[in-house]
Structures are given as C-alpha cells and as structure tokens.
C-alpha cells in the first residue's frame, strides 16, 4: 500500500479482493482495524490485510495507464466492461490491447472508418487497430524510418484477423498518399501490389493454418511481413518472411484437431477432371488426415475456399501450369501417407521389409504418377538407404519403422519446401522496390503456448516469445524514460524483469538447450532417455531449470509466463531437419519442373566443427546418407535476424486476448484474460509504470479535477501561477516524492487515491453544507405557502365534506335495504339450485349403483353355470377314465383266466382227444372276448370324440359370455359417460343462469341506489 492509507481505505469504500475463481471480486470495506480491513463481498465477509485489498476505479478508461487506481484488478475489471459495451479496443499506454470479440463487427472497419483515423495521432480517437497503423505510417512518414507492428496473442485471439485488418489500413493509405490518382483503377481499388500482398495471407493461411483445440483458423507458422514505401509514401514493394512452419503436423494430428486446410480444400474442391488427373479421394481414405474425426469446419466451405484459394493464386501472379503443379505436391503428399511396410518373409529376411498389400502398392503408383517419378525409384528410396564408401555404394534395406520414418520425412520435406517456394514466389510476384529505405513490418507470431503435453514446436515456440518480451521490456522502460527526461523531472533507474538468464538457458553455447541437443542429433544411437540426463547432468545448477519428480524425460523451464514442462520424447526427431540424399535425387529428376527447382542439386557449405563431421571427405570411409542439419540452430538463427531488424525499426505493440476458452461472443473468464495479460507482458508494462510515475496528468486536467482543494482560489484563475497551484494543492495534501514536469503532474503509485479521497471527503462535506442551506429556505418557503392554501381549502372543504358526509349516511342506509333484499334473494335462488343438483346428482348415483349390482349378479350366475358345467364335465371324465381302467383290467383278467385255462386244456388234450372239443370251444370264446374288447374301445372312442365336442361348445359358451359381459360393461360406461356429460351441461346451464339473474340483480341494485342517490341529491339541494 502506498503512503498515507488512512485516506484511501474506509470504511464504506469499494475495493478489489483476491477470488480463486474470478481472480477478483468486489467489495466493500466494513471496517478497519490497524493492519486488518474486514471486507464484505457476495460471498460473504471476510478479513483481509491492507496489501492485499485494492481500490475499484468509478470509470472505465480508454487509455489504462490513465487509470487513477493502475493494478492488476484495475486492468482486468476495465478491460471487461469495455468488453460488455463491444469496445474491443484499448490502450496501454501506445500498446493496444484487442480482445476478440468472437463476432463479426463490420462497422469497425469499413472505408469509412479508415478515413476517420487518418491523420490523427494516437489517442485524439477511440482505440482502434487502425489508429496503430497510421501511428506507424505517420511515424515513418515523419521521421524518415522504418516501423514494426508487433502482433501477438495466443492461438484463438485474433491475431491473424488483426494483421489483415493493418495490412488492409497500410494498403489504403498506401494507395492515396502521393501520386496514387495516377496509380489507382477508377473504382478506387488498391493497386496490385497492394492486392497481392492482402491476397497473400488467404494463399497462407490454406498452406500454413490448421484448426487446433482452441482455434479452427490456427497459424502453424510465424510471419514478418515487409511493406515498403516509397519516396512518396505510396508502397512500393513487399517481402514475407515466415518461422517454423509444424511440419510435425503433416504426418501426425490429434483429434479433433485437423492437418493444413488446404488438404481438405483440395479433396472437397477439385473438380472431377482434376480428381481423376490428382487420383483423389474422400479425406476419411488418407492415414494423414482419417486419424482425427473432423475434416470440415462449422460455416467453412472447402470447396468455396478451395476456389479462394486458387484466385489468390491469380493475383500473386502464380501461374496456371504452376498451380497445378503445387496441388500435385499436395496430392502426392497424401498419397505418400496410405504407403504402409510390412515384415519381409523369413527366406526374404535381407529385405528389410514390403509394402503391406494392394492398397499400399497402389497408393505407391498413385504418389508416383502425381509427382512424375519412376515409381520402382520411389519404393527402392522408401525400403532402402544408400550409403557410399570407398569401395562403392552399399543399399542398405530398411526395417518397417526406419521405412515409415522414410516416408514421412519424405512427405514432411515435400511440403515444407512447397511452403517455402510459396512464400519465395509470393515474394516475387510481389516484388520488392531494390531502392525503398522505408517499411513496415507487421509481425504474426505465435503466443505463449503451455499445454498438458509441450513438445519441440512449444519450446521453438516459447523461445520466439522469450525473445519478443525481452524486447518489449526493455521498449516500455526505454518509452518510460523517455517520458520522463521530456518532461525534466528528477528520476532514478527503474527495475524490470530480464528474461536474459532464460535465453541464455537455451541458447549459450555450448552448455545451452539447443546446443546440446544438437550435439546429441550428431549421434544416431542417442535416444530421448540419454538426452534428458544430459540435460539434468549439464543444467542441474541453473535456477531457471527443473526436473520433474515423476518423469524421466522431462524437464522444465521458468518462463517470463511461468512454468513450462517439457516432453522431450521427440526433441530429438523433430530437430533432425535433414534431407535424404536417395530422395533428393529421386525428386530431383522428376518429370515434373517444380520438383526439379526445389529439390536442385546445391553445394553444401561446410558446417561448424560441431555439425561437419560428415564432411570430412577421405577422413572417415563412408558419407552419410542424409544431410543434418538442426531446425533448433536454424531457428535461433532466424530469430536473432528478426530481433536485429526489430532493432533497426520503432516497434508499435498489438496484444491480442481471447476472452473465453469456448469461442463465444459476449463470455468473459477473469482468470483466462489475467493469465494472458500476464504472458503477454500488458501487466509488467503496468508495473513498470508503477515502478515509477503510474499516475500523470496535464496541469489544466489536474488543476480541473483537483482545483478545489486549493486554499487560494485567486490564483486558479492568474494565468502563469498554474504550477504553484498545483505544488501547494500536493504540499497541503501531505504527499511526498511527487513530480511536476513541464506539461504534466506525476505521481507515486496512489496518490492518485489520496488525492481523490481528500477530493471526495471535501466535495461530500461541501454538498452537505449547500444541501441543508438550500433545503431550509425551500421548506420555509413551502411551509407558508402550504399554509396559506391550507386555510382556504379548509374553509371550503369543511362544508363539502359535511354535505357529502349526510349524502353518504342516506346512501349508506339505501344500500344496506336493498343489499339484504337481494342476499335473501340471491340466498333463496342458490339454495334451490344446489338442491336441484344434489338430487340430479344422487339419482345418477344410486342408478349406476344398481347397474352395477345387476352386472355383479349377472356375472355371479354366469359364473355358478360355468362352474357347474365344468364339475360336471370333470366327473364325467373321471367316470369314463374308471370304467376305460376297469374293463381294461377285466379283459386282462379274464385273458388271463383264458389262457390258463387254454394251458390246462391243451394238457387235457394231450392226455386224451375230448380235450379237442374243449379247446375248440375255448377258442370260439376267446374270440368272442375279443370283439367284446373292440366295441367297448370304440364306444371309448366315441365318448371321448363326444366329451371333445361338448368341451368345445362349452368354450364357445364361455366365449359368447365374456363378451356379454363385455358388451354390457361398455355400454354401462358409456350410459355412465353420457349421463355425466348431462350433468355437466345441466350444471354450465345452472352457472349460467345464476351468472345472468346475478348480472339482472345487480343492475337493479344499481338502477336503486342510482334512484337513491338522485333522492339524497334533490333533498340535498331542496334544504339549501
């Protein structure tokens, strides 16, 4: 907290408390109490320390370091509510902060709104992107030297838009300063250098934009781009220069994300002649694009982009044989990825490996014929490696992972130097103006990137940012400085953070991140695992530097932004950026022009000690086959020529924030803006401000707001005493260590606050004072003229009052009469109809009683006939079943019977021949037995026939009952249903009518007491 703290916090002031959830909520002080403020805010109150609590601004600013109360708080909360009102825009001093807005805001950006900005310095208007570029082009225009405009922001807040919406401004002003009557086309359209380079960034964003987790419309890439001007401010010429395209994502994307767009443009947007020529398919039949499951965007047309992006191609000046060239690139690149390796066969075993079945032989033949090559070459360059020695050239086969690393190192170089001669051919399609001394550069860079799983491309990534920040630190201290030597004040050395120990990490040799991985890329046999202990072992002693508990392979670094961990399972392939001498000379003698170009022969300059080993000639006995070189190196390099023409120019800084992590419009999460405010330096700059003079005012708008607090008015109003009203308005407020410069009053971090208590509680304690002096003479002055109205009403109002009160007493009686003649009416009425329904209600009731209990009785006996029957008919079956059991067993007997006897006669006949006759006699009885036997089967037979028929007919009786009884329940219900839908009408009919004679009552009880009143009047007027 700053000096004096007894007028700044108070009971009943609004202040900023800490929130885990929304980093910071308001409050209101409730009391103090030495070093504990106690704080009551939504949730509840809570106890808090001085240095914790910050004072809430009453107004939203455009420009934030003219906030009376600069903090982190401060800065958010103004940020938001300039959100809420759709005012994207704000200043930071002259950095411009542009929150996306996640919406189309065409208004802001029109011709119109150019020409509004045009001439005017930075601040006359409200914050815009506009009012940057034409600081810089005045700039540059004035002081005869080059700008940047340095964009950045992290992926999903608007820098690619922001840079379009620049280019688009510099392409205006570009286009009417000089002798652009002359130059321009009757519509007013920019020239075409001017249209080629605004139609370069759609040519770009189809080869280097991709849709990542947070954006649909990623830039994989970043971009400096030259704008030169003339002699006569008009542009001239324009050169593009682009970073570390993720050529990782070329062979390899997560899902939902998805590869470079112009993969899918091509798929969707070719026409069938071309897909026949480019032997395309569906982007779900190609392994590089089918591993995630989104292949189109919401409200993205890729076959309309497609076309876009082939008429950007028209306008930079690529011709048409060379556009389709570039797409035969294309298409070979994808049909590279659907070439897979398999195992060769054990007798085959010094093969290395084959391609795995007809899809990958054809998926062969398809990338040869696109890319014009001998396809025998191409598999020979994909399955083996040639390596020369002395004696002669040895193939060496390759296993299944070597050929597939082969394979997408292939498609990787292919697309990478198809990136790369774009950009080439843009930048001479453009041209550039040989003798232009003047640019802009617009720099699209990458922000700050800090994932669950951080990679190679995070780290190249971070390091462009560590870089950028460095050079934005010490550009806000040196405009601080500045600031104050313009204005003569006394000031000492103002700290701030240098990120130099973190690049030094990273870059020093030979001890640095990059350097040792490059060492360790020379050896081939170095894994990922033997990296990381390098690393642990050369870096363990930096404070910047830390090893993860859980990990082996891991480490991680203490950025500007914070912590950052590092994965560093393909560091290693990923800074390999070499190109295998079996492919270049495969590519190299394409039929096809454009792969001839960007794979031509060139002589290799010889490395540093580190990297040309290789080189050596006869002192080692074989040459590599591929060609190293370190991307990590490369990129460094590249930075340090950025940082050096950065260096050479006046930066102008656009930082871009994206408000939620959803992509909507009018959502904004606290704790998401204050970590990019963080990372992308808004808020060290705000520090630094703080650091020495955050507050600062003109002298006329200090002595305007704070005027009053000065003891001699005279001299307010003397002109040339401006500053020694001011100096006394800072002594008698007891406020030290402030400085008065020559056009403006600065201040220590909250002063301002002071300044605006003391202003507060002396405004307060006037308006009391004005307030009860101007309220006594209103009230006196209402107190005699209320009483002299009162009187007269008075003497008036009481006879009035006395005749309405006699009027009101005979109506009152009137009323009375009649209202309890029509109760005892009304009384009578709804008592007979009540009865009525009651009645109506109870015969229904006791009807449908009795038809039910007649249905109960009918299905009762219908039940008894049914039971009967059916004990009858189960007696029945139990009979037969006995006498079918008894005669069965009586045949059997007598069978039984017969046959002894037959056995004892049969003995009898062998004793003697009467037995003869005996058995004769037998046998005819036997089979009289036997026909016996077979009618009593068959009069079974037909009883059981008879007892089917009758069990059938008495089902059907069953039958024919159930659906009596049916028939009789549905037609009770529907004389029930019938008789309560009379029931209901009768009772409508009864409302009704009772509605009717209540209306009838009523307008005789008015027509009486109207009668009644006339009466009282015409008594009333008979007695005066």
Known sequence: MAEDESNRISPGVKVWVPDPAEAYVSGSVVSVSGEAVKVATEAGEAELKHADLCLVEHADREDMVTLNYLHEPGVLHNLKNRYGLDEIYTYTGNILIAVNPFQRLPHLYD??????????????????????????????????????????????????????????????????????????????????????????????????????????????????????????????????????????????????????????????????????????????????????????????????????????????????????????????????????????DDDAADDGCVLAGDASRAALADAAAVLRVDAARLEKALRTRTIETRDGAIEKPLDVAAATNSRDSLAKTLYARLFDWLVAKINTSIGQDASSKRFIGVLDIYGFESFKTNSFEQFCINLANEKLQQHFNQHVFKTEQEEYEREAIDWSYIEFVDNQDVLDLIEKRPTGIISLLDEACMFPATTHEQF?????????????????????????????????????????????????????????????????????????????????????????????????????????????????????????????????????????????????????????????????????????????????????????????????????????????????????????????????????????????????????????????????????????????????????????????????????????????????????????????????????????????????????????????????????????????????????LRQEAKEAGALLAAKSELEKQLELERTRAELERRRLADAEAKREKEAKEAAARMAALEEEMRMQREAAEAEARLRAEEAAIEEQKRRDEEARVMREREKEAEIAANAARLAALEAAAAEA
């Open 111 to 344: 011709r119109h709104m150019m020409d509004q900005y045009r001439g005017h310095s930075l601040g006359e208007l409200s914050p815009h992107v506009f009012a940057i570029a034409e600081t810089s082009f005045e700039a540059m225009r004035r002081e005869n030297a080059s700008q940047s405009i340095l964009v950045s922001g992290e992926s999903g807040a608007g820098k690619t838009e922001t840079a379009k919406q620049i280019m688009h401004y510099l392409a205006h002003m570009g286009g009417r300063a000089g002798d652009v009557d002359e130059r321009a086309d009757a519509s007013g359209a920019a020239r075409p250098v001017e249209q080629k380079v605004l139609e370069s960034n759609p040519l770009l964003e189809a080869f280097g934009n991709a849709k990542t987790v947070r954006n649909d419309n990623s830039s994989r890439f970043g971009k400096f781009i030259e704008i030169q001007f003339d002699n006569k401010n008009a542009i001239s010429g324009a050169a593009i220069r682009t970073y570390l395209l993720e050529r990782s994502r070329i062979v390899q994307v997560d899902d939902p994300e998805r590869n470079f767009h112009v993969f899918y443009q091509l798929c969707d947007g070719a026409d069938d002649v071309e897909k026949k020529s480019l032997r395309l398919k569906a982007p779900t039949e190609f392994s590089y694009l089918n591993a995630s499951s989104c292949h189109t965007l919401e409200g993205v047309d890729n076959a309309a982009e497609y076309r876009a992006t082939r008429r950007a191609m028209d306008v930079v000046g690529i011709e048409k044989d060379a556009q389709d060239a570039v797409m035969r690139v294309v298409a070979g690149v994808l049909h590279l990825g659907n070439v897979a390796f398999a195992d060769a």
């Open 532 to 904: 990381a202990q390098k690393l642990y072992g050369a870096l363990k002693d930096q404070s910047r530097f830390k090893k993860p508990k859980r990990s082996t392979t891991a480490f991680t670094l203490d950025h500007y932004a914070g912590e950052v961990t590092y994965e560093s399972d393909h560091f290693l392939e990923k800074n390999k950026d070499f190109v295998i001498v079996d492919h270049q000379k495969l590519l190299g003698d394409s039929e096809q022009a454009l792969l001839r170009e960007m794979f031509a022969a060139k002589e290799t300059p010889s490395k540093a000690s580190g990297n040309g080993a290789a080189g050596n000639g006869g002192a080692r006995a074989s040459k590599s086959a591929m060609k190293f070189s370190s991307i990590g190196a490369a990129f460094k390099l590249q930075l340090a020529e950025l940082m050096k023409k950065l260096n050479e120019t006046e930066p102008h800084y656009i930082r871009c924030i994206k408000p939620n992590g959803v992509n909507v419009p009018s959502a904004f999460e606290n704790a998401n803006v204050l970590h990019q405010l963080r990372c992308g330096g808004v808020l060290e700059a705000v520090r630094i401000s703080c650091a020495g003079y955050p507050s600062r005012k003109p002298i006329d708008e200090f002595l305007d707001r704070f005027g009053l607090l000065a003891r001699d008015k005279e001299k307010l109003f003397t002109p040339g005493e401006e500053f020694s009203v001011a100096r006394s308005i800072l002594e008698n407020a007891g406020l030290t260590t402030w400085q008065i410069g020559k056009t403006k009053v600065f201040l220590r971090a909250g002063q301002m606050a002071s300044l605006d208590m003391i202003r507060h509680k002396k405004m307060t304690s006037a308006a009391t004072y004005i307030q009860k002096m101007a309220r006594g003479v209103s009230k006196k002055r209402e107190f005699a003229e209320m009483k002299r109205a009162a009187l007269c009403v008075a003497k008036w109002s009481r006879g009035m009052l006395a005749r309405r009160l006699v009027a009101a007493l005979r109506l009152e009686r009137a009323a009375i009469k009649t209202q309890a003649r029509a109760r005892t009416a009304l009384a009578v009425r709804q008592f007979n109809r009540c009865k009525k329904a009651a009645v109506a209600i109870q015969a229904a009731a006791r009807a449908a009683a009795a038809r039910a209990r007649v249905n109960a009785m009918r299905r009762e006996r219908a039940a008894v006939r049914l039971q009967a029957f059916q004990r009858g008919r189960a007696a029945r079956f139990a009979y037969l079943r006995a006498r079918f059991a008894a005669v069965a067993f009586q045949c059997a007997w007598r069978a039984k019977v017969a046959r002894a006897r037959a056995r004892r």
